[in-house]
């Protein structure tokens, strides 16, 4: 997975700032299968979607900065195909994600 986007922010106080983000993605998934599919290799294809993100970046001091950010990426829809037997399905493939980051600039 890649992305590239940007991101707008509002000076919340002189140490913190709120953002909103958006991302162009690009994803690339294989699937392997357990229990009964163990071993059967299925293919998706190259998904391109588009990331929403809210967060919130306090500078901590002594050049450290404390992130907080909720990204959710949305794929669309996929057509899933079982390598050898031709079936395909369609699934919708979307995510959430929290992150939290501790940086140090120098």
């Keep these: 997975m890649w992305n590239i986007g940007g991101r707008l922010g509002y000076l919340l106080s002189e140490n913190t700032l709120a953002f909103v983000r958006v991302a162009y993605a690009s994803l690339d998934a294989d699937i392997s299968g357990s229990g009964l599919l163990a071993g059967i290799p299925a293919k998706v ?3 391109d979607g588009v990331q929403f993100g809210l967060g919130v970046e306090h500078h901590i001091g002594h050049n450290f900065t404390l992130r907080g950010e909720y990204v959710y990426s949305d794929y669309g829809s996929a057509d899933i ?3 050898g037997t031709g079936n395909v399905a369609e699934v919708d493939v979307t995510s959430g994600e929290g992150r939290v980051e501790l940086s ?3």
Aim: overall charge negative.
């Design 45 to 47: 294809d190259n998904l």
């Design 81 to 83: 195909s079982i390598t």
């Design 104 to 106: 140090y600039s120098f």
